[in-house]
């Protein structure tokens, strides 16, 4: 069974960083686009930042573009979201997710995934 699995969260006071990772245990997954999505208490998943499969078109949400950037290592199966200047508000669990087609680009729908990980929780403090 294809699985994603998600690393890097934690307990981070406001203003700080964190990386996380999302490593595919298949390495076929290198072909298609991967994204982020994070799930607030209370809210409901939304689009983080997505890459497609040669790491060439990266999409971020708007308001997140000045802190948060994504990143894929097709070598070690790996996509990374790197987040600065963390804000309370960021305090989410991380998924880590993959495109349920090869080769197209990052859509911003969960329903455009097929394969995701158990997810991290990122915590910022403040």
């Known amino acids: 069974q294809v699985q994603l699995v998600e690393s890097g969260g934690g307990l981070v006071q406001a203003g700080g960083s964190l990386r996380l990772s999302c490593v595919a245990s298949?390495?076929?997954?290198?072909?298609?686009?991967r994204a982020w999505f994070r799930r607030a208490p209370g809210m409901s998943r939304e689009f983080v930042a997505g890459?497609?499969?040669?790491?060439?078109?990266?999409y971020i949400a708007d308001y997140l573009k000045d802190r948060f950037t994504i990143s894929r290592d097709n070598a070690v199966n790996t996509v990374y979201l790197q987040m600065d200047n963390l804000i309370p508000d960021d305090t989410a669990i991380y998924y880590c997710?993959?495109?349920?087609?090869?080769?197209?680009?990052?859509?911003?729908?969960?329903?455009?995934?097929?394969?995701w990980g158990q997810g991290t929780q990122v915590t910022v403090s403040s």
């Open positions: 997710a993959s495109h349920k087609f090869p080769g197209r680009e990052p859509k911003i729908d969960t329903w455009d995934y097929s394969v």
């Open positions: 298949d390495p076929t997954l290198t072909n298609y686009a």
């Open positions: 890459i497609d499969r040669s790491g060439d078109s990266i």
